[in-house]
Every structure is written in structure tokens, then in C-alpha cells.
């Protein structure tokens, strides 16, 4: 075993500690957190305890960890950003709350994909309107030139694109 191995009885804190914020346990991360555990603390994945929080959908815990300093913008290992798992997966409060915690709302991985293509692939009608409320950039492109629209459509998205097509002129 090397110096830089960690024993068992850290191994299982770091265990508890994600699960916390899987589960959303604001109450349960507070005091460590108030303690001096870092707010960016990631697992092997990459996956810091705000990407935890928010995929699983805890706006309240999302909330804590932004307030003690978490990277709204901080990407996993395969380069998604929180608001991107949380459009992803539709869970809008959260997407709220990291909104609020100043996430960019055209945060993207090395994909090019944004919050708002995600939310448009996976047909999520709530989310793409809060995001556009946000000032998302409906044109913006991936590398290789798909923009939301495209995507909902490519995915087969029955409701975003009449979200996202141009206006018709009058």
C-alpha cells in the first residue's frame, strides 16, 4: 500500500459522504461542510457532490453545496456539467436552484453539446422553457453544426421543436 492509498475508514466517510448527496441529505452534509469538507469533492467519475445532487433531482442540497462555494460549472470526467445532467434527466427544481447559483446556462462539454440540446433531445417541454428564460442560446451549434432544434429533432422529440423553431414572420 502506497502513501497515497486510502485506508478503509476514509474509503467508507467517502462513501457515506456521496451518498448523502445522492439521497439529498442537505441536514447530513451542512455540518460537514460547515467543517471544512471541500464542496467540489468528486469521485473517481469526476462526479462532485453538486452533480450527484442535482441529477438526483435535490434543489435543497444543490442550494447547500452552491452556498459553500461548489463549481456550478464543474464538469465530470466525460465532460457534463451539472445543469447539463439536470436537463438530461428533467429535474427541473434543481435546474433552478443552479441557476440561481450562477451555472452558465450554455455551460458545455467538449461535445459542444448545451443544457438546452439536452433538454431538447429528451424532449423535457418544463426545462427547455426555463432555460430559454434563461437566456439560452437556441442557435448555438455543436462542432458539428446541430443545434437544439436539431437534436429534438434527430431524437425524435414529439413537443421542444415547436419550442425551439424560428418565429415565423408576420
Do not use: C, W
Request: aromatic residues 2%; without cysteine; negative net charge.
Amino acid at each position: 500500500m502506497n502513501d497515497d492509498t486510502p485506508d478503509d475508514e476514509t474509503l467508507r466517510f467517502a462513501a457515506r459522504v456521496f451518498a448523502l448527496a445522492r439521497e439529498g441529505d442537505a441536514d447530513g452534509l451542512e455540518p460537514l461542510l460547515a467543517g471544512g469538507l471541500p464542496a467540489d469533492l468528486a469521485n473517481e467519475k469526476g462526479d462532485t457532490l453538486l452533480m450527484l445532487a442535482s441529477y438526483h433531482g435535490h434543489a435543497a442540497a444543490v442550494a447547500l453545496l452552491l452556498a459553500h462555494g461548489a463549481d456550478p460549472d464543474r464538469a465530470n470526467d466525460r465532460g457534463q456539467t451539472p445543469l447539463a445532467g439536470t436537463a438530461f434527466k428533467g429535474e427541473t427544481e434543481a435546474a433552478r436552484a443552479l441557476l440561481a447559483g450562477g451555472a452558465g446556462v450554455d455551460a458545455a462539454g467538449p461535445d459542444g453539446r448545451t443544457p438546452l440540446m439536452m433538454a431538447a433531445m429528451f424532449d423535457r417541454v418544463e426545462m427547455v422553457e426555463l432555460l430559454l428564460a434563461h437566456g439560452a442560446d437556441r442557435t448555438r451549434t455543436t462542432p458539428d453544426g446541430i443545434d437544439a432544434l436539431g437534436a429534438a429533432r434527430t431524437m425524435g422529440a414529439r413537443r421542444t421543436p415547436a419550442l425551439l423553431a424560428p418565429a415565423s414572420p408576420d
